[in-house]
């Protein structure tokens, strides 16, 4: 398997455009996460889907951030508008979920964002 | 609401030393706790996982333990050698039916110097 797959993995923009972030888990797994990480913060759970369901997005910093599991094969992190301080490293994992609990978490390589 | 402290923030050894680095948890009602590495400009690798029920886990030079009670977790590092340069995260899954929430702690990036 390629594991979790991601892209971009480098974006640049200007603040107020948008910016759409992508992500292929790995086949089979049932949840999937997106996390944020920065210097000062860490690692920030956004939102994590289970079955193509987001469960809970209490991590979603703003309406601004938007996310979305259209198929078990694919989700989307999108940010409009984009500011500066949404400059960060953005990490998407999946694991199998077991119905009592999560298994373990396989990240991707990350899209490191940098809004100008 | 659960948090995951890591210290030290970083370590730095010679090689061939054996190493713990150490990881504490606030609520001891966890599900499981996982060990990540992260290089520099890539994403997390899983080391180990440690399921609440369970003492600890090994893998190759790597050994993990948990006193769930304490709420305290060690990674063992024995024999380091310059490749296990990297930040070490520890993150626990809360036993809260069904909550798949990980929560990370900072990590502890360590440098093996030749």
């Known amino acids: 398997d390629a594991g979790v797959i991601q892209s971009p993995r480098h974006e640049v923009t200007e603040m107020g455009q948008e910016v759409t972030l992508r992500c292929k888990p790995i086949s089979g797994h049932n949840s999937l996460f997106w996390y944020r990480q920065t210097m000062m913060r860490g690692l920030e759970l956004l939102i994590y889907f289970n079955n193509n369901v987001p469960i809970d997005d209490s991590g979603m910093p703003e309406d601004r951030f938007s996310a979305k599991m259209p198929n078990a094969s694919f989700s989307t992190l999108k940010i409009q508008p984009s500011e500066p301080r949404d400059s960060a490293v953005y990490f998407c994992?999946?694991?199998?979920?077991?119905?009592?609990?999560?298994?373990?978490?396989?990240f991707g390589e990350g899209s490191r964002l940098t809004v100008l | 609401k659960q948090e995951v402290t890591q210290i030290p923030a970083a370590l730095s050894v010679p090689e061939g030393e054996n190493l713990v680095l150490n990881c504490s948890f606030t609520d001891s009602a966890i599900y499981n706790l996982q060990w990540f590495r992260q290089d520099p400009g890539k994403g997390l690798t899983s080391l180990l996982l440690?399921?609440?029920?369970?003492r600890e886990q090994t893998s190759g030079r790597l050994n993990a333990s948990l006193d769930k009670s304490s709420g305290r977790s060690t990674l063992y590092i024995a024999a380091s050698q310059p490749g296990d340069s990297a930040t070490y995260l520890c993150?626990?899954?809360?036993?809260?039916?069904?909550?798949?929430?990980?929560?990370f702690g900072k990590g502890t990036k360590l440098t093996v110097n030749p």
């Open positions: 994992a999946s694991s199998l979920y077991s119905g009592t609990n999560t298994g373990e978490l396989f």
């Open positions: 993150a626990v899954v809360g036993d809260q039916g069904g909550s798949e929430k990980l929560v």
């Open positions: 440690i399921q609440s029920s369970q």
